[in-house]
Each structure stands twice: as structure tokens, then as C-alpha cells.
């Protein structure tokens, strides 16, 4: 069993970067860790992935604006979002996976909520 836990959400402003942190009970070098989304009312959305490789995968929407990268020591993978926009207003999930990016994941944290203000 893996337990992940998000971190750093909050509320920011429009423009802001936030950075999000999943942290792991357990090395995630051999796996996909992915982040998604989901915003009120709507479904969960893939947001990027880095892969196990170390190669990383963004959504289309929001490619120019997301960095992910990954501290295996520290067994976190970070989620940076830059220019944020209030349609970013979501609670942020990241999932632990081991045969595609695409899924299926096997864990899931409890999420972190970031809220933007225009």
C-alpha cells in the first residue's frame, strides 16, 4: 500500500504560480506518477505525468504552463503551474500508476485545493 499526500495549494491570485508537491510512502521510480484535476461539478481531468523514464506528459490546455518534475530521494513529485487563471480553480490530485501515464492508477492522494482569485 502507497500512501501520497498533496501539498501546496491554497489561495492565490490570477497571474500567480503555485507549486504542488506529492509526496510518497514509497520510492515512485518504477511508476507513472500522474497529476489531475477537478473542478466543481465537473470531472477529473489530466493535468501531466512524469513517466518512469523521467519523461513528462502534459494536457494540451495547459502545456505551456505546467512543469512537473520529480526528487526521488525525497520521493516527491512537484506539479509547477505558472500564470494561473481562474479556471485553474480545481482540487489537484496526484496518482500513482504503474502501466501508462493514461492509467489505470493505483493510489490517489486526497487532493489539494487551489483556488484563484481574479
Known amino acids: 500500500q502507497v500512501q501520497l499526500v498533496e501539498s501546496g495549494g491554497g489561495l492565490v491570485q490570477a497571474g500567480d504560480s503555485v507549486r504542488l508537491s506529492c509526496a510518497a510512502s514509497?520510492?515512485?521510480?518504477?511508476?507513472?506518477v500522474g497529476w489531475f484535476r477537478q473542478a466543481p461539478g465537473k470531472d477529473r481531468t489530466f493535468v501531466g505525468a512524469?513517466?518512469?523514464?523521467?519523461?513528462?506528459m502534459f494536457s494540451d490546455s495547459m502545456k505551456n504552463r505546467i512543469r512537473i518534475s520529480r526528487d526521488e530521494a525525497k520521493r516527491t513529485v512537484d506539479l509547477l503551474i505558472e500564470d494561473l487563471k481562474p479556471e485553474d480553480t480545481a482540487v489537484y490530485y496526484c496518482?500513482?500508476?504503474?502501466?501508462?501515464?493514461?492509467?489505470?492508477?493505483?493510489?490517489w492522494g486526497q487532493g489539494t485545493q487551489v483556488t484563484v482569485s481574479a
Open positions: 512524469i513517466m518512469r523514464s523521467g519523461g513528462v
Open positions: 514509497q520510492g515512485t521510480f518504477l511508476r507513472y
Open positions: 496518482g500513482l500508476g504503474s502501466v501508462s501515464y493514461r492509467g489505470p492508477y493505483d493510489y
